[in-house]
């Protein structure tokens, strides 16, 4: 299973919105509604931000939001924090019963 | 609170075997999917394999299929990674994750697995 295709890096500002895309195919993110997202700080564990596409767990900010569109799911952050400067990770389930994972995208916050 | 620990990391030599184990705490172990999921250094998220809550169903990734083993004891709250002919793409910090094919709700901290001569 080929990794889910994300963009290796976006930036904005604090207060501003910025959109992370993660594209793959009709056997994963488009075939089901199983995408996750992940925020990973430096020497940290992965943390799910947001999973079944759209859905936040307990305790992650409503700054937080999925997406997703035929093949291609998003992850929209708004209200930039110097905090969210991190690597964002989406994984979605596939046809073959395993999951993959995005390349991962480094957010910089200015 | 869950809390996930892994442990059994270190340095091998190519070919070499290596047994990683989690801990796992504040959750009924025994009703959930369990994962295995690394990161090679300064590199992204790779899951490697996954075993159902009873371990009657496993997958892994054709990366190391055939020469890794997940497994996991209900009674002792605890996950395991057998680990063997490892190469040097092995190399990796591997965390267990909580909760199956689709999502992985909480992980360990991590344990960092080198395989070098």
């Known amino acids: 299973q080929s990794a889910l295709t994300q963009p290796a890096s976006v930036s904005g500002s604090p207060g501003q919105s910025i959109t992370i895309s993660c594209t793959g195919t009709s056997s994963d993110v488009g075939g089901y509604n199983y995408v996750s997202w992940y925020q990973q700080h430096p020497g940290k564990a992965p943390k799910l931000m947001i999973y079944d596409v759209s859905n936040r767990p307990s305790g992650v900010s409503n700054r937080f939001s999925g997406s997703k569109s035929g093949n291609t799911a998003s992850l929209t952050i708004s209200g930039l924090q110097a905090g969210d400067e991190a690597d964002y990770y989406c994984s979605s389930y596939t046809s073959s019963s395993t999951p993959v994972f995005g390349g991962g995208t480094k957010l910089t916050v200015l | 609170q869950v809390q996930l620990v892994e442990s059994g990391g270190g340095l091998v030599k190519p070919g070499g075997s290596l047994r990683l184990s989690c801990a796992a705490s504040?959750?009924?172990?025994?009703?959930?999917?369990m994962n295995w999921i690394r990161q090679a250094p300064g590199k992204g998220l790779e899951w490697v394999s996954y075993?159902?809550?009873?371990?009657?169903?496993?997958y892994y990734a054709d990366s190391v299929k055939g020469r890794f083993t997940i497994s996991r004891d209900n009674a002792k709250n605890s996950l395991y990674l057998q680990m063997n002919s490892l190469r040097a793409e092995d190399t990796a910090v591997y965390y267990c994750a909580r909760d199956g094919a689709a999502v992985a709700g909480y992980w360990g901290q991590g344990t960092l697995v080198t395989v070098s001569s």
């Open positions: 075993i159902s809550s009873s371990g009657s169903t496993i």
């Open positions: 504040g959750f009924t172990f025994s009703d959930y999917y």
